[in-house]
């Protein structure tokens, strides 16, 4: 790849148990994007820092990456922002991106913001949108600002890399495609791997159903549910479709339900294959979590309720007449709607 030209650069996320984080090939389908509108010359390349990659190591590549940038070390087992920043200082100095972006992880939250620092320029967090400037070949950096009231374009125009996160799930992950890449393994400073911190202990977090940000049909509840009791309708349906249950803040903080089902701005941002959402109002920040889903159901009794304006399918009334109904459906022709969905 042509160093000299103008690259992207994608921090990508390898998993404890050595797999890549699908937001990686979201973010590189993405770079491959902006690539092209930077120019015709304009690579992209992904880095991977981990103690033992158990994925074909070219698998970027068929998602638009130019190479793949791989570093294995046992110090990388556990994530470690410490290593992680050393190593990209090192590359971004080398390589001098363009355009550096990482998924919104814990991970890419936790070492982006000390690289950004290290490298003396700006980042973005949390976008929603990336696309390049016509004329400028700046990055257009989209995110939700001042409490998601206002949706916010940052611009770095005198600094480099331009540095972006991006929640997992904002772009879809392109369709593979046969094309040929180089798989780098840089030689660096043994001191690049030392560190102050040690993983002593690792818990994986245990929860009986699918997390809500990798369910094909997620089933929501908000407010007008009126009750925590009314989650257990919404687990009946979504068991009966196989997905899992969501949730708005208002229902989190009223300790119906647990944090790890709320979906939105200050939640998880999922894009399942159908999304009921039922006694929501459609706040723009429970829509930051879910409006790339790819069928949306309303469910509420108020018709001038926002979220029926997104949804494509809108069912005006109360969730406790309609949503029994729909189960009482769903049983007598199972058949049918499982083929649908
Ligand atoms: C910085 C910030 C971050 C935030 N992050 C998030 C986030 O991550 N996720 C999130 O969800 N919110 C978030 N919020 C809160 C958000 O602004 C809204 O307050 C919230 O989404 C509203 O939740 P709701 O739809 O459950 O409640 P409401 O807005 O009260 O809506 C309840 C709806 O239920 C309908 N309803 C009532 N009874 C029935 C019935 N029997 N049948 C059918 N419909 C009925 C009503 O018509 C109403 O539309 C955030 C806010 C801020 C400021």
């Given at each position: 790849m042509n160093v000299q030209s103008k690259n992207v650069m994608i921090f990508g996320e390898v998993r404890t148990n050595g797999r890549l984080h699908p937001a990686t090939l979201e973010l590189t389908g993405k770079g491959r994007e902006l690539a092209d509108a930077l120019s015709d010359s304009a690579g992209v390349s992904v880095v991977l820092c981990c103690g033992k990659l158990e994925d074909d190591v070219l698998l970027p590549v068929h998602y638009g990456a130019d190479e793949v940038i791989l570093v294995e070390h046992p110090s990388l087992s556990f994530p470690n922002p410490e290593v992680a920043v050393k190593i990209l200082v090192t590359l971004v100095k080398e390589r001098q991106p363009e355009i550096l972006l990482a998924p919104a992880t814990p991970q890419g939250r936790c070492v982006f913001p000390a690289l950004a620092a290290k490298c003396r320029t700006g980042l973005t967090a949390d976008c929603t949108g990336l696309e390049i400037e016509r004329g400028t070949g700046l990055l257009l950096q989209t995110r939700p600002a001042i409490g998601g009231n206002v949706i916010a374009t940052i611009k770095t125009?005198?600094?480099?890399?331009?540095m972006a996160t991006v929640r997992p799930k904002t772009f879809a992950v392109p369709e593979p495609r046969p094309r040929k890449g180089e798989v780098v393994r840089p030689s660096l400073p043994?001191?690049?791997?030392?560190?102050?911190?040690?993983?002593l202990d690792f818990t994986p977090f245990q929860d009986k159903q699918a997390p809500v940000r990798d369910a094909e049909v997620v089933i929501s509840g908000g407010?007008?549910?009126?009750?925590?009791?009314?989650f257990g309708l919404l687990r009946e349906l979504a068991d009966l479709l196989g997905g899992s249950v969501g949730a708005t803040r208002p229902t989190v903080e009223a300790k119906w339900i647990p944090y790890a089902h709320q979906v939105g701005l200050s939640g998880q941002v999922v894009s399942p294959k159908v999304y009921l959402a039922a006694g929501i109002s459609g706040a723009v920040q429970h829509l930051a979590g879910m409006q790339t889903s790819r069928k949306i159901v309303s469910v509420n009794k108020d018709p001038e309720a926002p979220i029926h304006k997104i949804a494509d399918i809108a069912l005006c009334g109360d969730l406790y007449e309609i949503l029994p109904q729909l189960i009482q459906r769903i049983r007598e022709e199972r058949g049918t709607l499982d083929v649908e969905i």
């Open positions: 125009p005198n600094h480099r890399p331009q043994q001191e690049s791997f030392q560190s102050l911190t040690e993983n407010k007008g549910l009126r009750r925590a009791e009314g």
